[in-house]
């Protein structure tokens, strides 16, 4: 089935891109659902539609200012600059199957049920290669409210009540991963198991989950340290013995040990984060928020070095050293 379908997507959280992505057109779907995105133009103040008629028509100049694309206040490495945060959307040449048992089922409806699962896989793969934060139902925002609700009757003023500002470091998206982030997502690749844990250990530790932070970063370490303790033929013959299906963190940790593996970051590192899961999992003991950052550095380090998708490890003097080479 093929018609002419064009339609705006407002995405619910918008994703920072350096700017040379936008006014360009990539492909990309989601199942049997194919289509473009047109990305819109940087226009100041707040972008412009993309060069579609239709949209051009529905989005005029003289009409009400609607946001496409808005650069915020934030830290963002001078390497990767200019960026902007992508708001809207434009999606076109829009294809996919027919159906005769759900005939009312049409190119139109199939994009309104599959849209927003495509941002979830969109965002996912976002949120793994950058760390930007995009979770639509869970927001943690740059401005805070302190006191909120609360009113003071004695002393009568209310100077104890403000607000809290923080500008977020970001790292955007450069054109290419953007691009390749939507074929990934047309073609249903999903990132590796790990990352994704390690970014819901993220996420919740931007929202104070401290015990949840660590059992995920944990479990996110356990998956790549097994699988490269697997992937070693030099163990010794008795720690080889060690390693079945039901084997943990904290033995492949002891193998590691046993067998004077090198990683980049020391066996007593990954010794301390595994007694943490362990307070955490068995005994619900929740780590403090500092603790939980070091254990969310540690895991994001050995990801970084030895996991499926490295990071360059040489760090540059503006902070853009975080390009993520996937391998398969």
Same mark, same amino acid.
Request: proline share 7%.
């Given at each position: 089935?093929?018609?002419?379908?064009? !339609?705006?997507?407002?995405?619910?959280?918008?994703?920072?891109?350096?700017?040379?992505?936008?006014?360009?057109?990539?492909?990309?779907?989601?199942?049997?659902?194919?289509?473009?995105?047109?990305?819109?133009?940087?226009?100041?103040?707040?972008?412009?539609?993309?060069d579609v008629p239709?949209?051009?028509?529905?989005?005029?100049?003289?009409?009400?200012?609607?946001?496409w694309a808005l650069?915020?206040?934030?830290?963002?490495?001078?390497?990767?600059?200019?960026?902007?945060?992508?708001?809207?959307?434009?999606?076109?040449?829009?294809?996919?199957?027919?159906?005769?048992?759900?005939?009312?089922?049409?190119?139109?409806?199939?994009?309104?049920?599959?849209?927003?699962?495509?941002?979830?896989?969109?965002?996912?793969?976002?949120?793994?290669?950058?760390?930007?934060?995009?979770?639509?139902? &869970?927001?943690?925002?740059?401005?805070?409210?302190? %006191?909120?609700?609360?009113?003071?009757?004695?002393?009568?003023?209310?100077?104890?009540? %403000?607000?809290?500002?923080?500008?977020?470091?970001?790292?955007?998206?450069?054109?290419?991963?953007?691009?390749?982030?939507?074929?990934?997502?047309?073609?249903?690749?999903?990132?590796?198991?790990?990352?994704?844990?390690?970014?819901?250990?993220?996420? !919740? &530790?931007?929202?104070?989950?401290?015990?949840?932070?660590?059992?995920?970063? !944990?479990?996110?370490?356990?998956?790549?340290?097994?699988?490269?303790?697997?992937?070693?033929?030099?163990?010794?013959?008795?720690?080889?013995?060690?390693?079945?299906?039901?084997?943990?963190?904290?033995?492949?940790?002891?193998?590691?040990?046993?067998?004077?593996?090198?990683?980049?970051?020391?066996?007593?590192?990954?010794?301390?984060?595994?007694?943490?899961?362990?307070?955490? !999992?068995?005994?619900?003991?929740?780590?403090? &928020?500092?603790?939980?950052?070091?254990?969310?550095?540690?895991?994001?380090?050995?990801?970084?070095?030895?996991?499926?998708?490295?990071?360059?490890?040489?760090?540059?003097?503006?902070? %853009?050293?975080?390009?993520?080479?996937?391998?398969?």
């Open positions: 089935m093929n018609t002419n379908v064009v !339609a705006v997507f407002e995405l619910p959280v918008p994703i920072w891109l350096m700017s040379d992505s936008l006014n360009t057109i990539y492909p990309t779907g989601y199942g049997d659902l194919k289509f473009n995105v047109l990305t819109p133009d940087g226009r100041p103040p707040v972008g412009g539609p993309p239709a949209i051009q028509q529905k989005f005029n100049p003289s009409g009400p200012q609607i946001v650069e915020y206040g934030a830290h963002i490495p001078d390497s990767l600059r200019p960026a902007t945060a992508l708001h809207r959307i434009a999606v076109a040449e829009v294809t996919g199957p027919s159906y005769d048992h759900i005939h009312w089922f049409t190119l139109e409806h199939q994009l309104a049920e599959y849209v927003n699962q495509w941002f979830d896989d969109v965002r996912t793969w976002v949120e793994v290669l950058t760390g930007q934060d995009l979770d639509p139902n &869970h927001r943690v925002y740059d401005a805070e409210a302190v %006191g909120t609700g609360l009113t003071f009757i004695d002393p009568s003023d209310n100077d104890a009540l %403000g607000m809290k500002i923080t500008t977020p470091h970001i790292i955007p998206l450069q054109q290419q991963e953007w691009a390749d982030i939507l074929l990934y997502v047309r073609d249903g690749r999903e990132p590796p198991l790990e990352e994704i844990l390690s970014r819901d250990a993220r996420a !919740a &530790h931007r929202r104070s989950a401290d015990r949840r932070a660590i059992i995920d970063a !944990a479990t996110a370490l356990e998956i790549a340290l097994g699988r490269h303790v697997r992937s070693r033929t030099d163990l010794p013959e008795n720690q080889q013995k060690r390693i079945n299906e039901r084997t943990a963190l904290g033995t492949y940790v002891s193998i590691a040990k046993e067998s004077d593996l090198q990683f980049a970051v020391s066996v007593e590192r990954l010794t301390w984060l595994n007694g943490l899961r362990n307070n955490a !999992a068995h005994r619900g003991a929740a780590p403090s &928020h500092e603790e939980a950052s070091i254990a969310i550095q540690i895991m994001m380090k050995f990801l970084g070095s030895h996991g499926q998708i490295r990071r360059t490890r040489e760090p540059e003097p503006d902070g %853009g050293e975080l390009t993520p080479i996937i391998h398969e």
